[in-house]
């Protein structure tokens, strides 16, 4: 145990004693194994196997380039896996709410603002082994049941109060690890700890570029799919969707804006499509 804990913090072993536990009772249950395969199928079809590859090119020549100037070393393995599966698979499977370049400069300011100092401050210092395993499930049942709380208004007290209740928790963690780096500060303000602190940053923003470009291909392609079914004058089809490549090309809010204004009446009149495309794709109201 005790190389463990030289590799991993104690929060780090918490959680994956509890992913561990969580998987196991997954696979003893027989319906559950069913719904997990489902999902097992889903996760390594064709479209996810896409990104996964894409993904993976993209990760090797990102760390190689941070290797290049001495940002990254082996040592560096672990940090690199935990922020693989707690930013960067969380950020491709939520690129659903990229409705435009904004959600983008959210995530870069996110990742750089005072609360992420603070969050790292307080990641920092962990309890014993024992209660980071008692305290992680119980915080994790709070934040379930605040989420079904904010799903009706009638539970709006409720949710406020266990609200309340993570804010008191979250403000005592803080002030538990401003003791903890007043008494070994030694500890906390050295190279490493910066190095630590750095690295998920400059990953994250890193990682911005791919999120962009995967985010653009999938709207593109669901798109174009919708255009297919919008009528059977497929020269018509062809023609809107290079004048919207041609216009649109790498910019998602023009590309919103087109989705957004379409409208397949022009499929059927004599509109000159290019400049219905382009006027549509400006930034304003679009006239009729």
Known sequence: MNKLQEIFSNREISLLIWL?????????????RNSLKDVVKLLFGKYFLSIYLTLGIYLFGTFSLIKAIGLWTSADIKDSIFWLFSVAFVLVFSLNKA??????????????????????????????????????????????????????????????????????????????????MANGHSDFFKLGTLHSFILPITLT????????????????????????????????????KKHIRRRAHININRLNRIMERFDKKVFYDDTNLKKYVKKISKRGKASG
């Open 20 to 32: 561990g536990i969580f998987i196991l009772f997954v696979l003893t249950q027989k319906s559950m």
């Open 99 to 180: 409705k435009d370049s904004k959600y983008f400069k959210e995530i870069l300011i996110d990742t750089i603002k005072v609360i992420a100092i603070l969050e790292f401050v307080i990641n920092f210092y962990n309890f014993s082994l024992v209660t980071e395993l008692i305290l992680l499930p119980i915080l994790i049942f709070i934040v379930m049941l605040q989420a079904v709380a904010d799903l009706d208004s009638k539970n709006a007290q409720v949710a406020k109060l266990l609200s309340n209740l993570m804010a008191i928790f979250g403000f005592g963690l803080l002030i538990y690890s401003i003791y903890q």
């Open 205 to 240: 923003i890193l990682f911005l570029p791919y999120l962009y470009c995967l985010s653009l291909y999938s709207i593109y392609e669901s798109y174009f799919i919708r255009l297919d079914f919008m009528t059977v004058k497929k020269g018509k089809v062809k023609k809107v």
